[in-house]
């Protein structure tokens, strides 16, 4: 049986056709819309749980997609940071910036970013665009400030952080010590009394007795000279003297650790020799020349500075060698010294600065 079909048949088969093959294409968009979202949110998920690989697959994915593209170039920014790779992360912070320029979350991330990458002046940009954008965003005030004082720009980092302090000196949390000490810092950058103020504010905190805090407080004795508050600055010093580990207690530390390497020294050779002796089946087994790892990297601390190796020698097994003991502690001495020299918290360093100071 033949069919027949005339040209109005074959009008409407073809324009039936069309339709279907319009309707197939709608339907196709608007399944990649929404592909573009679940990318994005599949991303997100493996973004939460730390995968950061694969998320950055779906991220990328979802970037293709212009409804997802700005949110994804941001969270493919966080995933680069998150990972060291910071000149990548401030890219892909920027990109949405070129899309939308007043985006406060990018500007930040971007300046934060650009902080990494050493680009302080571009830094300082973004962050001068967000307080525009937020003055009343006292975290951004601050690293806004951070970034000034490293520019050498105090003058303009103080003006920034006085428009916070009134607001974070009603507060009192960790947010107004950093900014007290970071006043502090600034205001010693112009050799403003105002810093004198601030350094014992933060000090009255009680922070930890760490080195850090110890470089602080020598920072106030050296603004205390500066000021000519001799007395006061000598109360510090001495503070700070009597917090430093006692030198006696320091050489016996470092006897009982090389003492304790030549104990290790000894034990080794004569495991060696043991082994030298023992036979299998008849055959004698052989060490000689084998390196048993030495004492590189035993890491050995002397006067608080690991300074282990070096001579860089090691202990041939077939031969165990005392003779280099002697220069190995002459080559620490040398080292320790010279560390001494350089450490700004060393006992002849803050004893030197009484010493001038006593002699004003």
Not at 294 to 309: C, L, M, R, V, Y
Not at 328 to 336: A, K, Q, R, W
């Amino acid at each position: 049986m033949k069919i027949r079909l005339n040209n109005k048949s074959l009008l409407k088969i073809l324009s039936m056709l069309l339709a279907t093959c319009y309707l197939l294409l709608v339907i196709s968009c608007a399944s990649n819309t929404a592909t573009a979202e679940e990318y994005y949110s599949i991303g997100m998920a493996y973004y939460s749980q730390s995968k950061y690989a694969e998320a950055e697959s779906w991220f990328n994915r979802a970037t293709s997609m212009d409804r997802t593209k700005t949110a994804s170039s941001y969270q493919m920014g966080r995933i680069c940071f998150e990972t060291g790779r910071y000149e990548e992360a401030a890219k892909h912070f920027e990109a949405v910036l070129k899309q939308d320029p007043d985006n406060v979350m990018a500007l930040k991330a971007a300046a934060y970013a650009r902080i990494q990458t050493g680009n302080l002046d571009t830094a300082e940009k973004y962050y001068t665009r967000v307080t525009e954008l937020v003055p009343d965003s006292a975290d951004s005030g601050y690293n806004h400030a951070l970034v000034l004082l490293a520019l050498k720009k105090p003058a303009e980092a103080e003006k920034v952080l006085l428009t916070y302090m009134p607001y974070l000196n009603e507060i009192r949390d960790a947010a107004w010590k950093d900014a007290t000490l970071l006043m502090a810092r600034v205001e010693d950058a112009q050799d403003k009394p105002e810093a004198l103020d601030y350094y014992a504010t933060w000090l009255d905190q009680k922070p930890p007795d760490d080195d850090n805090t110890k470089l602080i407080r020598l920072d106030y004795a050296l603004a205390l000279e500066k000021a000519e508050y001799y007395a006061k600055a000598l109360e510090e010093l001495q503070i700070l003297l009597d917090s430093l580990p006692d030198a006696k207690d320091k050489k016996t530390a470092s006897t009982e650790g090389t003492e304790n390497a030549e104990g290790t020294e000894g034990a080794e050779g004569q495991t060696t020799e043991g082994t030298e002796g023992s036979t299998t089946e008849g055959e004698t087994t052989e060490t000689g020349g084998t390196d048993t790892g030495s004492t590189e990297n035993t890491g050995t601390d002397t006067s608080g500075t690991d300074t282990t190796n070096t001579d860089g020698t090691n202990t041939d097994t077939t031969n165990t060698d005392t003779t280099n003991t002697d220069t190995t502690t002459s080559s620490t001495g040398d080292t320790t010294k010279t560390e001494e020299d350089n450490n700004p918290l060393s006992r002849a360093n803050i004893q030197k600065i009484i010493d001038r100071i006593k002699a004003k």
